[in-house]
């Protein structure tokens, strides 16, 4: 089993930034891909980016030139830096990691991410 654990989350300013950070801990495995998924009220969850092992990355169209991926393989950890903000961009932001050798996903409890002035 693996356990995600999410922070960063919190109220920000259209045009601001915030910081997502997870942390998985458990069976974690080199064989895996981790990344961010949001779910906005009345939609359905969403990619937002992901990063394998090695370091491959892929985003959603909405967020390509705003958002960064990225992880730490030592500390299994992954970070999604958003910078310019939009209230569209509100959501409840999920971390995943998929095991590949298990064909599990898990998931992160969540965490607000609210763009408002």
């Known amino acids: 089993q693996v356990q995600l654990v999410e922070s960063g989350g919190g109220l920000v300013q259209p045009g601001g930034s915030l910081r997502l950070s997870c942390a998985a801990s458990g069976s974690v495995f080199s064989s895996n891909r981790m990344g961010w998924y949001r779910q906005a009220p009345g939609k359905q969850r969403e990619l937002v980016a992901r990063?394998?092992?090695?370091?491959?990355?892929n985003s959603g169209d909405s967020v390509k030139g705003r958002f960064t991926i990225s992880r730490d393989n030592a500390k299994n950890t992954v970070s999604l830096q958003m910078n310019s903000l939009k209230p569209e961009d509100t959501a409840v932001y999920y971390c995943?990691?998929?095991?590949?050798?298990?064909?599990?996903?898990?998931w992160g409890q969540g965490t607000q991410v609210t763009v408002s002035s």
């Open positions: 995943n990691l998929e095991d590949y050798s298990t064909g599990q996903s898990f």
């Open positions: 990063i394998t092992y090695g370091g491959i990355t």
